[in-house]
Nanobody, 121 residues
Framework: QVQLVESGGGLVQAGGSLRLSCAAS????????MGWFRQGPGKERERVAT????????YYADSVKGRFTISRDNAKNTVYLQMNSLKQEDTAVYYC??????????????WGQGTQVTVSS
């Protein structure tokens, strides 16, 4: 089992910045990909960014490229999401996840409880 605890959400004005943190504990592995997902009001959950254990390979949704940066500190078992130039459409509950290969697919295997990010005009 893996436990994920997010922090860092809150209310920010458009154009501002926030940094989310996600601390992992339990049975984590060096093959784990970690990622951030979000679910806005009335929307489906979407993948925002992911990062491999080495940190070399990252993925960003088109909507956040150039504004968000994902990073991880393996010594602390923590992944971060630096969010700059925030827009109202970034308002959502942000979830941290551990992704593992199941069969031929890499998919979220564990979720955090979520942290609310609200961007005001």
């Amino acid at each position: 089992q893996v436990q994920l605890v997010e922090s860092g959400g809150g209310l920010v004005q458009a154009g501002g910045s926030l940094r989310l943190s996600c601390a992992a504990s339990g049975r984590t592995f060096s093959t784990d990909v970690m990622g951030w997902f979000r679910q806005g009001p009335g929307k489906e959950r979407e993948r925002v960014a992911t990062i491999t254990w080495s940190g070399i390979s990252t993925y960003y949704a088109d909507s956040v490229k150039g504004r968000f940066t994902i990073s991880r500190d393996n010594a602390k078992n923590t992944v971060y999401l630096q969010m700059n130039s925030l827009k109202q459409e970034d308002t959502a509950v942000y979830y941290c996840a551990v992704l593992r290969t199941v069969g031929i697919m890499m998919q979220p295997s564990y979720w955090g409880q979520g942290t609310q990010v609200t961007v005001s005009s």
